[in-house]
């Protein structure tokens, strides 16, 4: 047996991660041998079925919804690794059954308890896990994943985190932010540590500013009962959002320990300004989108209120009061229900001195690099050159790296690493305690500032341009959100 082999134990075995993320990442690193020998699957759900018919609707979801390909041999191979167990969260019954099936299932007595539930159970599966000694075999290893949102606020997030810490250990813990499984998100470190044309640039001197654009063509789908607790302030800046900031912003780690890289991003989140009544105006707009484009407005989504405040848009900036980054702005623009998907990081270059024969070029553009994180993975670094011919003209030119065309074979989802990495104990890639405790403060201090009271929501149109306030908000600095091409709606 290996030793990373395990038991893989999903609370939450109905819900819309476990099929559209877990089960078919767990199928792709079967199909791909990399699953350990002698892993098994048990899905844990609060509704009555048979094993047998969850493996058929996970079957048909990856088929009709997904559009993957699922070859039958491989996947009857796959799926007869899987148990479906049918329990509530809260009913130590439940648990005890849990434990004989355990017995039944599997030769590894190693387990990853993946939280996939609504945060209300997080606390609650633990405790039970750790009453029912199924947290502390010396013999083997447990682990659990927790996924997001891991509290509402500092305070919550605190309280949840002190109830799991009591029963389990830290090293124990997996919270999971699936951007930092992204290719592109692994790359950052690459990219500014391993060029030497870019980590002398990296700083103040250089630096003009920073922006991250993170949009989506959705809109909240079925999840409207979660987005009205979370917004986007809570669903992706929270996390994503300063995760790859943190990446961007952060100093070079002693080493790629789990914990070198943690401790160098705890450290960026600990400069970030925090928001103040004072500085708001100028520094955040919020939006909601409306009807448009033949798509319903925020409002008229299922589970929403029809008077509902939550916002689905934000564009912020943000400063790290640090020796490297200080007086560059961070600018951070996302939404959901925008014109394209789209994720990216741009780093943009000051200018050079309009002097000697740039004079009569005053308007070359700045050397920029965007990293892209999706979709068209990949780099691109902007240069200024001659145009061929006679007459002395600079232009922009753009030298490119598609990161997937080099690759023979998709690059791996986020989840499909991130699963592995749990199974191999490697913690960089999940969130420390404090990297969540700065982030919650810096959320806090933004939802403080803000005043609510001026909010007039809908104001951006589903599939359409961003609030105007958002474009206001970095032109009134003489800059502008980044367009890859001239017709991009920003
Ligand atoms: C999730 C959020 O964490 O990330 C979703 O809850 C969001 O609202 C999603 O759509 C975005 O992830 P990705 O990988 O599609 O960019």
């Known amino acids: 047996m290996k030793e990373n082999s395990c038991i893989f134990t999903?609370?939450?075995?109905?819900g819309d991660l476990t099929k559209r993320k877990l089960i078919p990442?767990?199928?792709?690193?079967?199909?791909?041998?990399?699953?350990?020998?002698?892993?098994?699957?048990?899905?844990?759900?609060?509704?009555?079925?048979?094993?047998?018919?969850?493996?058929?609707?996970?079957?048909?979801?990856?088929?009709d919804e997904l559009q993957r390909i699922v070859d039958q041999n491989i996947w009857a191979e796959f799926s007869s690794l899987i148990t479906y167990h049918e329990m509530s969260f809260t009913d130590d019954e439940g648990y005890v059954t849990l434990k004989g099936l355990f017995e039944k299932v599997g030769k590894s007595s190693n387990r990853i308890y993946y939280l996939a539930v609504a945060p209300e159970f997080f606390e609650v599966i633990v405790d039970k896990l750790h009453g029912h000694s199924m947290i502390e075999n010396k013999d083997?290893?447990?682990?659990?994943?927790?996924?997001?949102?891991?509290?509402?606020?500092?305070?919550?997030?605190?309280?949840?985190?002190?109830?799991?810490?009591?029963?389990?250990?830290?090293?124990?813990?997996?919270?999971?932010?699936?951007?930092?499984?992204?290719?592109?998100?692994?790359?950052?470190?690459?990219?500014?540590?391993?060029?030497?044309?870019?980590?002398?640039?990296?700083?103040?001197?250089?630096?003009?500013?920073?922006?991250?654009?993170?949009?989506?063509?959705?809109?909240?789908?079925?999840r409207g009962a979660y987005y009205e607790n979370t917004?986007?302030?809570?669903?992706?800046?929270?996390?994503?959002?300063?995760?790859?900031?943190?990446?961007?912003?952060?100093?070079?780690?002693?080493?790629?320990?789990?914990?070198?890289?943690?401790?160098e991003k705890v450290k960026v989140l600990r400069a970030l300004r925090q928001f103040e009544k004072s500085n708001i105006e100028e520094t955040f707009v919020p939006g909601q989108y409306g009807p448009g484009n033949g798509m319903p407005g925020y409002r008229q989504e299922d589970n929403v209120d029809p008077q509902s405040n939550t916002d689905t848009f934000i564009a912020v900036k943000t400063f790290i009061d640090n020796f490297r980054w200080g007086g560059v702005?961070?600018?951070?623009?996302?939404?959901?229900?925008?014109?394209?998907?789209?994720?990216?990081?741009?780093?943009?270059?000051k200018k050079l001195p309009g002097i000697n024969?740039?004079?009569?070029?005053?308007?070359?553009?700045?050397?920029?690099?965007?990293?892209?994180?999706?979709?068209?993975?990949?780099?691109?670094?902007?240069?200024?050159?001659?145009?061929?011919?006679?007459?002395?003209?600079?232009?922009?030119?753009?030298?490119?790296?598609?990161?997937?065309c080099g690759y023979k074979g998709?690059?791996?989802?986020?989840?499909?690493?991130?699963?592995?990495?749990?199974?191999?104990?490697?913690?960089?890639?999940?969130?420390?305690?404090?990297?969540?405790?700065?982030?919650?403060?810096?959320?806090?201090?933004?939802?403080?500032?803000?005043?609510a009271e001026s909010l007039i929501y809908p104001n951006y149109e589903a599939g359409g341009k961003p609030p105007a306030e958002a474009v206001r908000l970095i032109e009134k600095d003489g800059r502008k959100w980044w367009r890859e091409k001239a017709d991009e709606v920003l």
């Open 140 to 222: 083997s290893w447990q682990r659990v994943i927790i996924e997001k949102p891991f509290g509402s606020n500092l305070k919550t997030a605190r309280k949840l985190n002190e109830s799991i810490t009591n029963v389990i250990h830290e090293d124990k813990i997996f919270r999971i932010d699936h951007y930092l499984g992204k290719e592109m998100l692994q790359n950052i470190l690459s990219i500014r540590f391993g060029n030497s044309i870019f980590e002398p640039l990296w700083n103040h001197s250089y630096i003009d500013h920073v922006q991250i654009i993170s949009t989506e063509k959705l809109g909240v789908a079925s």
């Open 357 to 404: 024969f740039y004079e009569g070029y005053e308007n070359t553009e700045a050397n920029v690099l965007v990293i892209r994180v999706q979709p068209d993975e990949g780099l691109f670094f902007r240069i200024n050159a001659k145009n061929p011919g006679n007459d002395f003209a600079i232009n922009s030119v753009d030298l490119d790296y598609c990161q997937d």
């Open 25 to 63: 990442a767990l199928y792709i690193l079967y199909k791909q041998k990399r699953l350990p020998e002698g892993c098994s699957v048990v899905a844990i759900g609060r509704r009555k079925k048979t094993s047998a018919e969850y493996i058929e609707e996970m079957k048909n979801f990856m088929v």
């Open 410 to 451: 998709n690059s791996p989802e986020a989840y499909e690493r991130l699963i592995l990495e749990a199974m191999n104990d490697n913690k960089s890639l999940f969130t420390r305690w404090d990297e969540l405790e700065y982030s919650w403060k810096f959320i806090d201090s933004l939802c403080k500032a803000r005043t």
């Open 10 to 14: 999903i609370f939450g075995a109905t």
């Open 329 to 349: 702005p961070f600018y951070i623009f996302a939404g959901k229900r925008m014109a394209e998907k789209t994720t990216k990081i741009i780093i943009r270059f």
């Open 231 to 263: 917004g986007i302030i809570r669903d992706m800046l929270q996390n994503h959002i300063l995760q790859m900031l943190t990446l961007i912003a952060m100093e070079p780690p002693v080493n790629l320990e789990a914990e070198s890289i943690r401790d």
